[in-house]
T-cell receptor, first 112, second 112 residues
Framework: DADVTQTPRNRITKTGKRIMLECSQT?????MYWYRQDPGLGLRLIYY???????NKGEISDGYSVSRQAQAKFSLSLESAIPNQTALYFC???????????FGNGTRLTVT | AQSVTQLDSQVPVFEEAPVELRCNYS??????LFWYVQYPNQGLQLLLK??????LVKGINGFEAEFNKSQTSFHLRKPSVHISDTAEYFC??????????FGSGTKLNVKP
């Protein structure tokens, strides 16, 4: 679904580096989310934003920060990457009614 | 609090056989339930959702799910699977503040 675009698709970085994952959407949705997927653990919520001025922590926000630059853009940053942040990261959007999530294709991040 | 339990991490099945993927949930708020599918190297796509009304919900690709309030379950079924159904399936519940909680996933492996 090209309506939610994540960049990059793959990234390898070293421990201690700062890295940013970007998400943009053309769906016009107010709500945006960042999830992390690990094998056997499903998806866990990192941060979510209901509009540009409303940003909230999810279940596992430690070590992460976000920026909602515009309604259509929501970036996730790892200030100092560590190996256990190696995972598949998904951005998602929803309408204000929040009846379901629309996902991007994910960013596979490897921290060595 | 909301949580989702998917009882089977992997389900092998032969092509044209029926399949059931199990999901149990806990929720302290109104229950909105979802099944998503993830094909390799892709994001998650909505299969079906239960918001209210009929407890039997039909989705895409011939899948259906039944909401059972007394057993707090939302099992996914298909009467005859195809090779193309091989994917990972996630059950999710929408909780407070439009936050979605996902199960750990079930990998469906359809064999010829």
């Amino acid at each position: 679904d090209a309506d939610v675009t994540q960049t990059p698709r793959n990234r390898i970085t070293k421990t201690g580096k700062r890295i940013m994952l970007e998400c943009s959407q053309t769906k016009g949705h107010d709500r945006m989310y960042w999830y992390r997927q690990d094998p056997g653990l499903g998806l866990r919520l990192i941060y979510y934003s209901f509009d540009v001025k409303d940003i909230n922590k999810g279940e596992i926000s430690d070590g992460y920060s976000v920026s909602r630059q515009a309604q259509a853009k929501f970036s996730l940053s790892l200030e100092s990457a560590i190996p256990n942040q190696t995972a598949l990261y998904f951005c998602a959007t929803s309408e204000r009614t929040g009846l379901h999530l629309h996902f991007g294709n994910g960013t596979r991040l490897t921290v060595t | 609090a909301q949580s989702v339990t998917q009882l089977d991490s992997q389900v092998p099945v032969f092509e044209e056989a029926p399949v059931e993927l199990r999901c149990n949930y806990s929720s302290s708020v109104s229950v909105y339930l979802f099944w998503y599918v993830q094909y390799p190297n892709q994001g998650l796509q909505l299969l079906l959702k239960y918001l209210s009304g009929s407890t039997l919900v039909k989705g895409i690709n011939g899948f259906e799910a039944e909401f059972n309030k007394s057993q707090t379950s939302f099992h996914l079924r298909k009467p005859s699977v195809h090779i193309s159904d091989t994917a990972e399936y996630f059950c999710a519940v929408r909780g407070n503040f439009n936050k979605f909680y996902f199960g750990s996933g079930t990998k469906l492996n359809v064999k010829p």
